[in-house]
Nanobody
Framework: QLQVVESGGGLVQPGGSLRLACAAS????????MGWFRQAPGKEREFVAS????????TYARFAGGRFAISRDNSESTMYLQMNSLKLEDTAVYYC?????????????????WGQGTQVTVSS
């Protein structure tokens, strides 16, 4: 079972940037495609971005394209989400997600493991 822990959330002003990290605590990180989802109060959890096991393929939600960048370092068992030009509507709890296998994923039903989440608040 893969255990992952998010970090890097916080309070940021509109237009600001944050870098989230998701670290795996044991071997097996490189056996999983990884991704980020988010959930705002009163809303369903939604897809943000995912990256293949090798890191060669990425995919983004439409709202994330051009502002967010997902990456991974398999040697450090860590995945990142660089978020730029943050907007008020980006406020949410951001969750790290892992799926066994190579390919990217877009739906919560494909996720095998979840992190506990990290709060991102965009406010002036």
């Amino acid at each position: 079972q893969l255990q992952v822990v998010e970090s890097g959330g916080g309070l940021v002003q509109p237009g600001g940037s944050l870098r989230l990290a998701c670290a795996a605590s044991q071997l097996g990180f490189s056996d999983h495609a990884m991704g980020w989802f988010r959930q705002a109060p009163g809303k369903e959890r939604e897809f943000v971005a995912s990256i293949s096991r090798s890191g060669f393929t990425t995919t983004y939600a439409r709202f994330a394209g051009g502002r967010f960048a997902i990456s991974r370092d398999n040697s450090e068992s860590t995945m990142y989400l660089q978020m730029n030009s943050l907007k008020l509507e980006d406020t949410a709890v951001y969750y790290c997600a892992a799926k066994v296998g190579e390919g990217v994923f877009l739906d919560t039903t494909e996720v095998d493991y979840w992190g506990q989440g990290t709060q991102v608040t965009v406010s002036s």
